[in-house]
């Protein structure tokens, strides 16, 4: 390329450079011209925006003054009826209190009236006691005192006679309550009337075997008592040997054994003793087991097997002809069921029925009485609490606290009392009639007393002159107390009271 074709270049370039700047001049120029007109509007926009402004908010201002005047003159009215009532209250307060002043000058007249009427009065009263004590010929204090005596009397009578109504009404309601508990109780549940004997008797196949028995010099006999601790009594009753001993089981671990001496024919003191060691082995087991089956037939568990074995031991005590194992289950049945009916713990009256009588499996080996033997045993082998208060109370001997105690005490009066369930001595039974008729004979006003229907009643013959109506009824409610406080037996024992009057006339 030569020196002109480069000069040409150069200034091609140069001229489109120039012309580049030209062109941009002129577009910047037209874009200076819309961004000043376009700022031009915003000012302008921004001025009418401001100026809308400050109108709205001069109306705004006009407005809430206008609403501020009117709160204003609404308060002032308002205000202004409050002071026109505040003027009422206050012009009716004032005309309350001249009437009140007026009010308290009558009162002050008509007290004054008052006392000097009851001056009068006073007087007049005096004159009056004056001109009575004359006429009656009595003082004031004793016309008093007599008057008193006569309202005391009186109240006596009358509160005898609403307490009579009372016991009435009372026990009749209360003797259909119960009998309807008591007969569904007891058509659940029917037992035997059976009568069982305490005397243990051992068969023999001939009266040979009594000198066997005895052995040379007796000693098969006497080795036979040391080691069962019963005595044997061999007399002339053909065919038996009696065992007696105050222990029950004892007595039974000797008839066993003496059977067995009896069925080997070998009878000596070494053969005794293991007999009787085998015996006393088959009754410990017998014994378990009757716990066992008491606890299934009573539909109990979970007690200990030491309570369980104690309570067998009864399968062998008697207690007037009744079983007591056998009086246990029916007292845990009986229980349950009076339990169920009025909505007691069925499950503490069943296992207290069935335990109630635990402490007569072992009350001729400690001391105090089966109920607290029993209770003090159900403690230590963890019976419920509740149980045991069951236990101890069902003689009475600790106050009944709750419910279930008070239904096992009467289970246990129901299986004891049912016809056939025990039976006393000709002895006893008589010592209890006497001891019935001498309580009622004790009191003032009684003739005679006649104890009838096997020492189920005692009826009370009265002098009528000394014992009005009212004084037999009490008097039938006295030695009805006193006869249990004093007596125990089994089922209930009614007292009636006769009072008869005569009256006789003669004609001349």
């Known amino acids: 390329m030569d020196a002109l074709s480069l000069a040409i270049v150069v200034i091609s370039f140069f001229v489109g450079v120039g012309s580049t700047l030209l062109a941009a001049r002129v577009g910047a120029r037209g874009l200076i011209t819309d961004a000043e007109e376009r700022a031009a509007r ?13 109108i709205e908010a001069q109306e705004d201002a006009i407005k809430y003054r206008r609403q501020v005047e009117d709160e204003v003159r609404e308060q002032r009215r308002e205000v202004g009826r409050i002071e026109r009532r505040l003027e009422q209250r206050e012009e009716a307060l004032e005309r309350r209190s001249e009437g009140l002043d007026r009010g308290e000058q009558s009162l002050r007249d008509r007290m004054a009236q008052l006392d000097r009427t009851e001056q009068d009065l006073s007087e007049a009263r005096a004159a009056a006691d004056t001109e009575l004590e004359r006429i009656a010929g009595m003082s004031v204090e004793e016309a008093r005192n007599a008057l008193l005596e006569r309202l005391d009397t009186e109240l006596r009578d009358e509160a005898a006679r609403r307490v009579r109504s009372m016991e009435t009404s009372a026990k009749a309601e209360a003797d259909v309550r119960a009998r309807k508990v008591l007969a569904t109780v007891m058509q659940r549940m029917t037992s035997e009337i059976t009568a069982e004997t305490t005397v243990s008797v051992v068969p023999i196949p001939s009266d040979e075997i009594k000198g066997r028995i005895i052995g040379r010099e007796g000693r098969n006999i006497r080795a036979f008592e040391a080691a069962t601790g019963c005595d044997l009594i061999i007399d002339d009753t053909p065919e038996v040997v009696t065992v007696s001993g105050f222990d029950p089981v004892r007595r039974e671990i000797a008839r066993v054994a003496l059977s067995r001496l009896i069925q080997d024919g070998r009878i000596q ?11 006393r082995a088959e009754v410990d087991k017998s014994i378990l087991e009757a716990g066992e089956q008491a606890l299934v037939d009573a539909e109990v568990t979970g007690l200990h097997p030491e309570v369980v074995k104690t309570l067998g031991r ?21 229980a349950a069921a009076v339990a169920a009916e009025i909505g007691a713990d069925v499950e503490v009256a069943r296992v207290g029925g069935l335990l109630h009588d635990l402490g007569k499996a072992v009350d001729r080996e400690l001391e105090g009485t089966h109920a607290t033997i029993g209770a003090d045993i159900a403690r230590r082998f963890a019976v419920p609490r509740e149980v ?23 289970a246990d009066a129901m299986s004891g009392s049912r016809p056939g369930a025990r039976r006393e001595s000709a002895d006893q039974y008589v010592k209890r009639l006497e001891a019935l008729e001498t309580i009622a004979n004790s009191f003032d006003g009684v003739d005679q007393s006649f ?13 009528p002159d000394e014992i ?17 406080e004093t007596l125990q037996y089994p089922g209930e024992i009614r007292v009636t009271v006769v009072r008869e009057t005569r009256s006789s006339a003669v004609a001349r």
């Open 42 to 54: 915003i000012r302008e926009e921004a001025e009418n925006s401001r100026r809308a402004i400050e």
């Open 269 to 279: 003191p070494t053969r005794i003793e293991e007999a009787v060691e085998r015996a």
């Open 314 to 334: 009864l399968r062998f005590r008697y207690s007037y002809g009744q079983n007591q194992l056998r009086h246990c289950v029916e007292t845990s049945w009986l």
């Open 388 to 410: 045991v208060h069951c236990i101890a109370a069902h003689h009475e001997e600790v106050k009944p606290e709750t419910t279930e105690a008070l239904i096992v005490m009467i």
């Open 451 to 463: 104890a009838i229907q096997a020492g189920r009643e005692v009826r009370v013959i009265v002098r």
């Open 468 to 484: 009005d109506d009212l004084a037999a009824a009490r008097l039938a409610r006295d030695v009805s107390k006193k006869i249990e």
